[in-house]
């Protein structure tokens, strides 16, 4: 009997026993041409599916778990804060997610079932930044704040970092939290040839989050680490975080995606 999709069914169950029957059913396709009309479809129904009632009552849950993960950070850190991320234009990221077989996919909270921007991704995204532009805050650079690890064989030790991240979950959304878009490839990567005479556009369909879906996300800081004067310490993070965050996350950013807007929604702080 076939799995329905819907909300109230775990997606990537769903769509890991979809996509095997669509295996099972037609082996004898091609098998490309099988797995981009089952990505494309798959999201058409995603599309549908994640808007209205149903999914404003998983967001009340969403918004509950994110309080209670700003409280525990609160209290097991020095200084813990909480922003809010409204995406201004589609946002993708986490296309590669091994847990998702679509062709291009997006990052899905395996217990909350919404899309979600994992915490990997916020820190890959900050790292980046004080990297690229040489922050430091309050003398601390991008080893201290976000630590550091050593591959087998390489000397030295690994340290963890001053900054601690969380999964951002949506808590509100003004139509729905997927919607379809497209890439169209002309030349197929598989083949390494572009050939003008025998170019063959296909169409890859992929589930992106819409503008207007808002994220929370929370970043702590352990001050117990931090040396210098701490009030100037959280104001200058503060003011770092904002910036990297406003640069855009997640995938085709060049293109215009990943445009958030960041606002400070509140920020505890033991010292004061």
């Given at each position: 009997?076939?799995?329905?999709?819907?909300?109230?069914?775990?997606?990537?169950?769903?769509?890991?026993?979809?996509?095997?029957?669509?295996?099972?059913?037609?082996?004898?396709?091609?098998?490309?041409?099988?797995?981009?009309?089952?990505?494309?479809?798959?999201?058409?129904?995603?599309?549908?599916?994640?808007?209205?009632?149903?999914?404003?009552?998983?967001l009340?849950?969403?918004?509950?778990?994110?309080?209670?993960?700003?409280?525990?950070?609160?209290?097991?850190?020095?200084?813990?804060?909480?922003?809010s991320?409204r995406?201004?234009?589609?946002l993708?990221?986490?296309t590669?997610?091994?847990?998702?077989?679509?062709?291009?996919?997006?990052?899905?909270?395996?217990?909350?079932?919404?899309?979600y921007?994992?915490?990997?991704?916020?820190?890959?995204?900050?790292?980046?930044?004080?990297?690229s532009?040489?922050?430091?805050v309050?003398?601390?650079?991008?080893?201290?704040?976000?630590?550091?690890?050593?591959r087998?064989?390489?000397?030295?030790?690994?340290?963890?970092?001053?900054?601690?991240?969380?999964?951002?979950?949506?808590?509100?959304?003004e139509?729905?939290?997927?919607?379809p878009?497209?890439?169209?490839?002309?030349?197929?990567e598989?083949?390494?040839?572009?050939?003008?005479a025998?170019?063959?556009?296909r169409p890859?369909?992929?589930?992106?989050?819409?503008?207007?879906?808002?994220?929370?996300a929370?970043?702590?800081?352990?001050?117990?680490?931090?040396?210098?004067?701490?009030?100037?310490?959280?104001?200058r993070?503060?003011k770092?975080?904002?910036?990297?965050?406003?640069?855009g996350?997640?995938?085709?950013?060049?293109?215009?995606?990943?445009?958030?807007?960041?606002?400070?929604?509140?920020?505890?702080?033991?010292?004061?």
């Amino acid at each position: 009997m076939k799995l329905d999709l819907s909300v109230k069914v775990n997606v990537y169950s769903a769509i890991v026993r979809e996509f095997l029957e669509e295996v099972l059913r037609d082996v004898e396709r091609r098998a490309h041409t099988s797995f981009t009309l089952f990505s494309s479809s798959i999201t058409k129904r995603l599309s549908k599916i994640f808007k209205g009632q149903e999914v404003w009552n998983l967001l009340e849950f969403t918004k509950r778990w994110t309080d209670e993960v700003y409280d525990a950070a609160s209290r097991l850190f020095g200084v813990a804060f909480r922003f809010s991320m409204r995406t201004m234009t589609r946002l993708t990221i986490n296309t590669r997610d091994a847990y998702m077989p679509l062709e291009i996919g997006v990052a899905w909270h395996p217990y909350f079932n919404v899309p979600y921007i994992p915490a990997t991704a916020l820190k890959g995204a900050l790292r980046a930044y004080f990297r690229s532009c040489s922050v430091e805050v309050c003398g601390l650079g991008e080893e201290e704040l976000f630590g550091t690890w050593k591959r087998r064989g390489e000397e030295g030790g690994e340290r963890e970092g001053v900054l601690r991240f969380f999964d951002a979950l949506p808590v509100s959304c003004e139509k729905g939290l997927v919607e379809p878009d497209i890439v169209n490839p002309h030349y197929p990567e598989v083949e390494g040839v572009i050939d003008e005479a025998s170019v063959r556009p296909r169409p890859l369909v992929y589930p992106a989050v819409p503008r207007g879906v808002t994220f929370s996300a929370i970043i702590a800081a352990d001050l117990s680490e931090v040396k210098c004067d701490q009030g100037r310490f959280v104001a200058r993070l503060l003011k770092e975080v904002q910036e990297a965050l406003a640069g855009g996350l997640g995938a085709r950013t060049s293109l215009g995606y990943g445009i958030l807007e960041v606002k400070l929604d509140n920020f505890r702080w033991v010292g004061v």
